[in-house]
């Protein structure tokens, strides 16, 4: 049954898209359609399922080399400029291969574990960067786009782990030569949601694609340089004959299990792939925390039970903190990173619920819509970490695949466990500092999707030096925020600028999907 849907239809979708974000039609659509139901944007058609029990029969059946969408504007660079393919724009049996030999490193605990101090440098000198925003930005307190900062923490992460150096993005001025890079991966994914709506054959014409090409140009460069820079620092050792030690890259390059292209085209995806999921998680995180003080307090003790004094966490002691993971894993169920999936059936038929598909069907796996269904998340739309704990009751309710923020089977997220540890690391050592509490503005700061799942305005958040003996300049500070909170409600409404967007880069169809939305073109719904 096809329902009705006329061009005043499509206008209305435009504003009520603007309005509310596109991760919330899937919600609304299920309510209508059901769990399954068929969506045509242009010459696209896409079956989308809203199920927990649904999504599993999917991913069950996506065979030996699962696609996510082939992303052909990627590809096409790589090939123009004769770069290898990495875990994110490789398919079949090389893409099995590069991710057979990426996986240990980035998968196993061991390995990961092993990232522990490189990854606690960077915060504490985030915890410091804190400190000075409050000081010359906040009144003493306030922390403004914290998101942004947020974000410069993963990148610098990210970039420890996997080129073994700093970007100075901890700085108090970022240099040059990083910004210039953030803001290339920025540009790079802009211009994707826009290039892959145009045949291929118009690319070489099209203004934007030549700025696509720039943007991929700088970022492979400052990548390759990173990657010499290594190379040679082992040549040296080598001729000096030393002790070769270090972490990812040293691996890569030692192993010859890859060519420089091929670690150069992978290293540089898995850095894309490294950012948003910590940056937009705990800024949800510390959202949440700011208006939940017992929840707040109750984290704090747990951090201080493990870890007391001036004792730094690490991946043994996080173990010890099943509130901590409980607390972002409620966060990334309320809001996944990406609140669509794709799976594009390339082995077989498959069957999903009374239904026989073919192959080439592009399935859209709603996360979003799921990780609401009341059926498995009781009181969906509050902030429960409790929930995940073991022996909880609703724990009992949940099905497997009603969270899966990062995929599932040998498709998932390659950055998971290095993502999870920056997150706890970070999450209790800020939590255990300093005391986390609202914007005095009272801005309410809901989730938009643009391309993933982020906030729509900045998060200001007000960070207080935990200790008695601080009460009363925390009090006075506060007291100065909340008056310029007061006064500067306004600014606080500003949507925050683009920030670049990577984790898993997933589901092209979601970008196709705001693109036509945000021109007013018709989207057709069907009832399967």
Not at 243 to 254: D, I, K, M, R, S
Request: hydrophobic content about 40%; overall charge neutral; aromatic content about 10%.
């Amino acid at each position: 049954m096809l329902r009705k849907s006329l061009m005043n239809v499509g206008l209305r979708v435009v504003h009520r898209q603007r309005q509310k974000g596109i991760q919330r039609f899937t919600i609304e659509h299920s309510k209508i359609y059901g769990p399954l139901w068929k969506s045509t944007y242009g010459p696209l058609v896409v079956v989308n399922v809203a199920s927990a029990e649904l999504i599993e029969q999917v991913l069950r059946q996506e065979g030996r080399h699962p696609v996510r969408t082939d992303m052909p504007h990627w590809r096409s660079y790589r090939e123009l400029r004769n770069q290898a393919h990495g875990p994110l724009t490789e398919m079949g049996a090389k893409w099995q291969r590069i991710r057979s030999i990426l996986n240990p490193r980035m998968l196993k605990p061991k390995h990961v574990s092993s990232y522990s101090n490189t990854i606690n440098e960077v915060v504490t000198d985030f915890i410091s960067r804190v400190a000075r925003l409050r000081e010359t930005n906040g009144h003493g307190v306030m922390v403004n786009d914290l998101t942004g900062e947020l974000y410069k923490f993963a990148f610098e992460g990210i970039c420890s782990v996997l080129f073994e150096t700093r970007m100075g993005c901890m700085n108090e001025v970022v240099p040059e030569e990083t910004q210039k890079f953030i803001l290339s991966v920025g540009e790079m994914f802009q211009l994707s949601q826009v290039i892959v709506l145009f045949p291929k054959s118009y690319w070489p014409y099209l203004t934007f694609w030549k700025k696509f090409v720039a943007a991929w140009d700088h970022l492979f460069k400052v990548a390759e340089e990173l990657v010499q820079k290594k190379m040679d620092e082992i040549q040296k050792q080598v001729h000096l004959d030393e002790n070769v030690e270090g972490a990812y890259l040293t691996h890569l390059l030692l192993s010859d299990q890859m060519t420089f292209t091929e670690i150069l085209g992978s290293i540089t995806e898995l850095l894309l792939a490294g950012v948003d999921t910590t940056s937009n998680t705990i800024s949800w995180c510390l959202y949440h925390l700011a208006k939940e003080p017992e929840i707040q307090e109750k984290l704090y003790q747990e951090v201080i039970g493990v870890c007391p004094g001036d004792k730094m966490p690490t991946s043994d002691d996080i173990a010890q903190m099943p509130y901590l993971k409980a607390i972002i894993r409620e966060t990334l169920r309320l809001y996944p990173v990406v609140p669509g999936n794709a799976r594009l059936t390339v082995e077989n038929e498959i069957v999903v619920g009374d239904h026989l598909f073919p192959k080439k069907t592009l399935f859209h796996l709603c996360h979003y819509a799921v990780s609401y269904d009341e059926r498995i998340f009781p009181d969906a739309h509050t902030f429960l970490p409790q929930r995940w704990l073991r022996g909880a009751e609703e724990k009992s309710k949940q099905h497997p695949f009603g969270s899966v923020p990062f995929g599932f089977g040998i498709r998932a997220c390659l950055g998971r466990r290095v993502a999870e540890l920056e997150m706890y690391l970070l999450l209790s050592r800020l939590i255990k500092h300093y005391e986390v509490r609202p914007d005095p503005a009272g801005t309410t700061v809901k989730p938009i999707t643009r391309t993933l799942l982020c906030p729509a305005k900045e998060i200001n958040l007000q960070f207080l030096d935990r200790g008695v003996e601080q009460d009363e300049t925390r009090t006075a500070a506060a007291a100065a925020a909340a008056a310029a909170g007061v006064a500067g409600t306004e600014l606080g409404e500003k949507a925050p600028q683009f920030s670049p967007v990577t984790h898993c880069m997933t589901c092209t169809y979601l970008l196709i999907v705001q693109w036509f939305l945000g021109f007013g073109l018709v989207c057709l719904q069907y009832h399967i």
